[in-house]
């Protein structure tokens, strides 16, 4: 009888372990619904998230000194943030809480129009293997050149307002970046902006006040619509701006050939431009909601 209630009481313990597990499988399977599938990607179970936020650029332009690269291809920026600081020179500011799946900012590569040509003439390279390289690169038609956004510092470097980003008035995101150039002459370290030296955007939604030669120009806050029962906010027609940004000159372009290479990428596309000569302008859907409505939906959903 012993011996029974023995194996008895370790069936019941496994059991019990076993149904745990499945809990546990549960409630990591467990699948946000409807627009909250926008905030999956956001730590709501970080007891420091206030607000979740997926901002999608789906169009405008930057200006990188003599470069005008249109955005073609989608971008994300999604994560948390804080409750604003109070006081200090970030009064009003969250500080950003990165993705869960650590794509913070997406990367999606934008066509540079004029490609490689806009850049290089093969024939100004003083290296004679370097030339006969470009020379190759053009014959094989390998003339394409993209321009790719990074963050250059970590997410937590941003800073969001989301007053001023609602009501148009005054700075709403700022965010460290650099720009990725990329094609086969340029190599993998080809980039405008670096962690010790970001582009710094403080993009907003209503009128810059740039330094000359660039004039002012406005944003726009967009318009408001409530989704899922008023829980979500959706702010639709958002342009964010900004033309008082400063960049420095490229780095890194051509690996051990930079020496050669960046000169010639820099004089081409008017690098280092000082503030005044370049331009954001973001067209942007923003959705937002508190990370307590996301967890709430997760939890109904297991």
């Known amino acids: 009888m012993h011996k029974h209630r023995k194996m008895a009481g370790v ?8 149904l745990a597990s499945l809990a546990l499988a549960g409630s990591a399977q467990a699948k946000l619904t409807g627009l909250f599938t926008k905030f999956e990607n956001c730590p709501y179970n970080n007891p ?3 607000r ?3 901002a999608l650029t789906s169009g405008g332009e930057v200006i990188l000194g003599s470069k005008k690269v249109p955005i073609v291809n989608p971008v994300t920026l999604q994560g948390g943030y804080t409750t604003p600081a109070t006081e200090g020179p970030e009064a009003g500011f969250s500080k950003f809480i990165a993705a869960t799946n650590g794509k913070t900012l997406t990367e999606a590569s934008q066509p540079v129009p004029g490609g490689l040509a806009g850049f290089v003439n093969c024939k100004e390279i003083g290296s004679f293997l370097f030339r006969i390289t470009c020379e190759g690169i053009f014959e094989n038609g390998l003339t ?3 321009s790719r956004l990074e963050l250059a510092k970590p997410a937590s470097e941003i800073r969001i307002n989301e007053n001023h980003l609602a009501q148009g008035a005054g700075v709403a995101l700022k965010m460290p970046v650099r720009f990725h150039l990329e094609n086969p002459l340029f190599g993998e370290s080809c980039f405008v902006g670096s962690s010790s030296s970001p582009v710094i955007w403080e993009l907003r939604t209503d009128t810059t006040n740039p330094p000359p030669p660039n004039k002012p120009i406005t944003g726009n806050p967009g318009e408001i619509e409530f989704q899922e029962g008023a829980r979500i906010v959706e702010l639709f027609g958002v342009e964010l701006v900004d033309n008082a940004w400063s960049a420095p000159g490229a780095s890194g372009c051509g690996g051990i050939f930079s020496f050669l290479l960046d000169p010639i990428v820099n ?3 008017g690098l280092p431009a000082a503030a005044g000569k370049n331009t954001a302008r973001l067209k942007n859907t923003v959705w937002e909601t508190t990370a307590a409505a996301v967890r709430k939906n997760n939890a109904t959903e297991e």
């Open 11 to 18: 069936v019941s313990a496994a059991l019990v372990v076993a």
């Open 48 to 50: 420091e998230t206030l």
């Open 144 to 146: 394409g050149v993209n």
């Open 52 to 54: 979740c936020l997926n």
């Open 267 to 269: 004089s081409s596309s």
